[in-house]
């Protein structure tokens, strides 16, 4: 019997060693590539100061092309927005932004319009693109401060990294093998951290109405970003997307606010309720260019 479990520990240790030691090899590959953005941020951009950045969420990513922006305003910016994230999100990308060096007195904030008001958070269905970085303090206390378990098993990464990796094996290891052969890859967007919907309709109809949207910035997430752009002298904008349901309003704030929501006044720009399409985002892109001119 005693040999039995001496050989039961023996297979469970090295089970252990052997999942650890594949964890700890798809976290570093991970960082060495740019396929997600956390790492994109790290490994690819060598440019340490921008005239601008963009947070936000899918809407963020496919609606402000910073190519088109800049070649019209003669700025430098970066997209560093991601797909499926909340605002608490964008928070942690902000630190991640500083955290590696890099610096802007703009940060515009694109989130999902429904994002701002939300106070119940849950972790995000992409936070896990940051696990590679979960030894950083700022990583690990983001994880930490959710329930549920998603957040416990990535906060506890930091010592058991199977745990993360095994949950999340279809998003981080294939990933990591992919940054080995191809370091430069990236998961749908480009250089400059931009992504576009393809045009699925031909239809264009007039959008004649939409129903009334009053944001009041009640997300707690929204005051660290606030709070973490005044520490590092960066101006806050909020820009509205284009939306082809919600004419949204914000009221007097004292941030900057582009208000975008009812600009387009036409289907054929839209892939969704919610996201332009290719065009939209050229057309929406010179449009706030010239208004960015104006701050």
Not at 146 to 158: C, D, H, I, T, V
Not at 173 to 192: E, G, I, M
Not at 240 to 250: E, S
Request: proline share 5%.
């Amino acid at each position: 019997m005693g040999i039995f479990l001496q050989r039961i520990g023996f297979i469970l240790l090295l089970f252990i060693g052997v999942s650890s030691a594949i964890s700890y090899g798809s976290f570093w590959a991970l960082r060495q590539g740019s396929f997600y953005k956390p790492s994109f941020l790290e490994r690819h951009i060598q440019t340490s100061a921008f005239d601008y950045i963009i947070l936000g969420s899918s809407t963020g990513l496919t609606t402000l092309n910073t190519q088109v922006i800049d070649s019209v305003s003669g700025r430098h910016g970066l997209n560093l927005s991601m797909d499926d994230t909340s605002l608490s999100s964008q928070y942690l990308m902000l630190q991640h932004f500083i955290a590696s060096g890099k610096q802007t007195p703009v940060c515009i904030l694109a989130a999902s319009i429904l994002d701002y008001d939300v106070i119940d958070h849950v972790l995000s269905g992409n936070d896990y693109r940051f696990l590679p970085y979960v030894s950083r303090p700022y990583v690990y206390d983001y994880y930490n401060s959710f329930s549920g378990r998603p957040a416990g098993l990535a906060a506890n990464s930091l010592w058991f990294p199977m745990l993360g990796v095994g949950y999340y094996n279809a998003e981080l290891f294939y990933p990591s093998l992919v940054s080995l052969v191809q370091p430069q890859k990236r998961n749908r967007f480009d250089a400059y951290g931009n992504y576009s919907y393809p045009i699925t309709t031909q239809v264009s109809e007039l959008i004649v109405s939409r129903r009334p949207k009053t944001l009041q910035f009640k997300n707690p997430y929204f005051k660290k970003i606030q709070d973490l752009c005044a520490k590092y002298d960066m101006t806050l904008m909020v820009y509205i997307p284009p939306h082809k349901t919600l004419a949204v309003m914000t009221g007097t704030t004292l941030f900057p606010v582009i208000n975008h929501s009812d600009i387009l006044k036409d289907t054929r720009y839209f892939y969704d309720d919610f996201h332009v399409n290719r065009l939209g985002r050229q057309a929406v892109s010179l449009v706030f260019a010239r208004v960015l001119d104006t701050f």
